[in-house]
């Protein structure tokens, strides 16, 4: 095998912890039962890397083997690296007809033609997600499998999830997206996380929501009851009503696990206090970032537990509401409060 082969088994290798090596070469399907009976899987993994390359020599496996462990590694942990959404547009009329081979054949061959060396190779998996693996070259240097872009496309959606894409290649493959699924445009979805499995359940709506009812209909009246012939009764709607505001804000528990929501301010000082501030004719700049392991989760219990008072802001609910975790709060003139805005940064 050649030095790419072997740097990027490798990496493959060296990411998985011990216990997982010998399921992840059985889906591998390249080496014999004997061979991987063979390898000792509680050795150190510079040990268990010089065995399974060995082992390929022996069989006489090549890059293409190699890349194709690498593809099943991460779709068996999509959970990895950074993945951006992005949204597509301005569908034709015969989009809802396109087919996998019919996608595969027009993606490829857009990119073989605008770029003489690439390496692509695709994947259908069980949940009918669409896995893309492109190494990149050009028309002097041959494709480095050491940084390959992913892609992740469910036919017939309007979504598709990026990873490890550089910004010289970002044209051509919007192109080839775009041309492959039969759309006229494609455009930044605003919402970027290190869970692959969050972003599709955001944005396909694969997690329990909840939809407004009598109940949360009326938060500002209920609010204003100054007494309750039961105060434990009193107490239990308005936690109900909690309950209810948060679930409809950001869907049951577990929500989708996003880690962060950033929000870039670019707007004007507003009060009378202070004329310094508010003559001035830039901006205010500045970013504000939520953090948390699940933050859909850790906003839902702050409503519910009443540490943030509702209504929720739908600066917090279009996290959900509009599937993205990056916004730009601008002005929208004179005397008009700052509101989420869809600009791309």
């Given at each position: ?11 493959i290798i ?14 591998w399907n ?8 063979a ?5 150190p993994k ?20 190699i ?10 942990n ?5 993945w ?8 034709q ?7 996998l081979?019919?996608?595969?054949e027009?993606?490829?061959a857009h ?8 390496s ?8 009918e ?9 050009d028309?002097f240097?041959?494709?480095?499998h ?30 080839a997206?775009?041309i492959?699924?039969k759309?006229?445009?494609i ?25 407004p009812?009598?109940?949360?209909r009326?938060p500002q009246e ?36 996003l ?8 707007t ?8 310094t501030?508010s003559d ?16 859909l989760?850790s ?5 519910a537990?009443?540490?943030a ?9 279009a996290?959900?509401?509009?599937g993205?975790?990056y ?6 003139g ?10 791309r940064a």
């Amino acid at each position: 095998m050649d030095a790419q082969a072997t740097s990027v088994l490798n990496r493959i290798i060296r990411r998985i912890p011990n216990k997982n090596i010998e399921n992840l070469l059985k889906k591998w399907n390249s080496l014999s039962a004997d061979q991987l009976r063979a390898l000792d899987y509680t050795r150190p993994k510079w040990m268990i890397v010089e065995h399974v390359l060995s082992f390929c020599e022996e069989n006489r496996l090549n890059l293409k083997h190699i890349t194709n462990l690498e593809m099943i590694y991460h779709i068996e942990n999509p959970d990895q690296g950074t993945w951006h959404a992005c949204q597509f547009a301005e569908a034709q009329d015969d989009a809802v007809c396109v087919e996998l081979t019919q996608f595969k054949e027009q993606f490829k061959a857009h990119l073989h033609g605008v770029i003489r060396h690439i390496s692509i190779k695709m994947k259908k998996h069980e949940d009918e997600a669409i896995w893309i693996r492109i190494a990149w070259g050009d028309n002097f240097s041959k494709p480095n499998h050491l940084k390959p872009t992913y892609v992740v496309h469910h036919l017939h959606t309007s979504y598709v999830f990026i990873s490890n894409l550089m910004a010289k290649h970002k044209i051509f493959l919007c192109q080839a997206l775009v041309i492959a699924t039969k759309h006229g445009s494609i455009k930044d979805g605003h919402l970027s996380t290190r869970s692959l499995t969050a972003m599709r359940d955001l944005l396909l709506r694969r997690y329990q929501q909840a939809f407004p009812n009598a109940h949360s209909r009326i938060p500002q009246e209920r609010n204003t009851l100054s007494s309750h012939p039961c105060i434990g009764k009193e107490h239990s709607d308005h936690e109900e009503m909690r309950h209810q505001m948060s679930c409809e804000a950001f869907g049951h528990s577990p929500s989708p696990k996003l880690e962060t929501a950033v929000y870039r301010l670019e707007t004007r000082y507003r009060g009378n206090g202070n004329h310094t501030l508010s003559d001035r004719e830039e901006f205010f700049r500045g970013v504000v970032r939520f953090s948390s392991s699940s933050l859909l989760d850790s906003l839902r219990h702050c409503v519910a537990s009443g540490m943030a008072e509702g209504p929720v802001t739908p600066l917090l609910s279009a996290i959900t509401q509009r599937g993205r975790n990056y916004f730009v709060i601008t002005d929208k003139g004179p005397g008009v409060s700052s509101q989420a805005s869809a600009q791309r940064a």
